[in-house]
């Protein structure tokens, strides 16, 4: 069964930092892209960052360019995501998930087929 947990959400602070984890398990981790997605209230689902199974090459959607980054430990079969110079704009749900074949593309928004239950990032003072 795969399974995705994601962890590492609070409260903090605009111009704080947090670091989100994503443990995985029930499938191959180092032969398949991964991404973060996020849902802010009230909107559609937003696709943030991708890496490809190496860890090697990443993507990120331009308002988080530069702010966050995207890391994988193969080893450990985990996925991080480092957020920097948080803004309240990031308050969301944020999810990892699976891209669904071994050459789907990491700079790709989607389609995934596994995701997990999402950790809460609220950003405000």
């Known amino acids: 069964e795969v399974q995705l947990v994601e962890s590492g959400g609070g409260l903090v602070q605009p111009g704080g930092s947090l670091t989100l984890s994503c443990a995985t398990s029930g499938f191959t981790f180092d032969i398949y892209a991964m991404m973060w997605l996020r849902q802010a209230p009230g909107k559609g689902l937003e696709w943030v960052s991708g890496i490809d199974s190496a860890g090697t090459n990443t993507a990120y959607e331009n308002s988080v360019k530069g702010r966050f980054t995207i890391s994988r430990d193969n080893a450990g079969n985990t996925l991080s995501l480092q957020m920097d110079s948080l803004k309240s704009e990031d308050t969301a749900v944020y999810y990892c998930?699976?891209?669904?074949?071994?050459?789907?593309?990491?700079?790709?928004?989607?389609?995934?087929?596994?995701r997990g239950r999402g950790t809460q990032v609220t950003v405000s003072s």
């Open positions: 998930a699976k891209y669904p074949h071994r050459e789907s593309d990491f700079r790709s928004s989607g389609p995934y087929d596994y």
